[in-house]
């Protein structure tokens, strides 16, 4: 099928590349089902874009490349929700507000995506630790050293 | 909205498979139970607000992304 998107302009999009997020994600709650789109070509940086509604698209990255000791358990409830089996088979990303210029922008920590690669179901977990907020300066720790 | 009052220990039940109790009662301050099947999502108010929030800003529109990236590597 072929779709208008945020930042790809149009773009054939295909079943087996989209993410089901069975109760959408806080804020909107009908957008259930959203593709990964890349930006540039290195991999760090990527959008989730929703199939439904072309300017809802958020710009995510691995938390992990930036926070690198970033962790936190996913509780039963989600496991159980997106039939998780393997640790391996989990992807989390974290929804960036992107601000002008690029250097200030921020991760939320507290909410990061969560996607099975094994069956495309996905959502945003709400964690309850303190140490994790919604808006983590990105390059605070590293002046800028991870790149995209 | 329904108002109940509820002592210590007591419950609230709601249809047939959320159960609310007051665990505790200190001052200003409640510490409530809740039994719920686990694909009903609970969440302290104010955070998932604070959610919602974030994720509606990070969701504007971003003038000229590609540029912004761009503008950064070039750093």
Excluded at chain 1, 41 to 60: C, E, H, K, R, W
Excluded at chain 2, 62 to 68: S, T
């Amino acid at each position: 099928m072929k779709r208008n998107t945020k930042y790809h302009g149009e773009i054939e999009i295909s079943e087996s590349d989209i993410w089901h997020f069975e109760n959408g994600i806080p804020g909107f709650p009908d957008e259930k089902a959203f593709v990964l789109l890349p930006i540039l070509d290195n991999g760090v940086y990527m959008v989730l874009q929703s199939v439904m509604t072309p300017y809802v698209a958020f710009v995510i990255t691995s938390p992990f490349l930036f926070f690198s000791d970033y962790e936190f358990n996913i509780d039963d409830a989600t496991l159980e929700q997106l039939s998780i089996e393997k640790e391996e088979d989990v992807l989390v990303y974290a929804i960036l507000t992107v601000r002008d210029p690029f250097a200030n922008t921020t991760a939320n920590l507290q909410a990061p995506l969560i996607l099975n690669q094994k069956n495309h179901q996905a959502k945003q977990l709400i964690l309850n630790d303190p140490k994790y907020k919604t808006r983590h300066p990105l390059f605070a720790n590293k002046s800028g050293k991870v790149k995209g | 909205m329904l108002i109940l009052s509820r002592r210590k220990g007591e419950s609230i039940q709601i249809g047939d498979d959320i159960e609310i109790t007051i665990a505790a009662i200190q001052g200003d301050q409640v510490k409530i139970g809740i039994d719920a099947p686990k694909h009903i999502e609970i969440h302290r108010k104010e955070v998932y607000l604070e959610i919602q929030r974030e994720n509606t800003a990070a969701a504007q529109g971003i003038q000229g992304l590609l540029g912004l990236l761009k503008e950064h590597n070039g750093k």
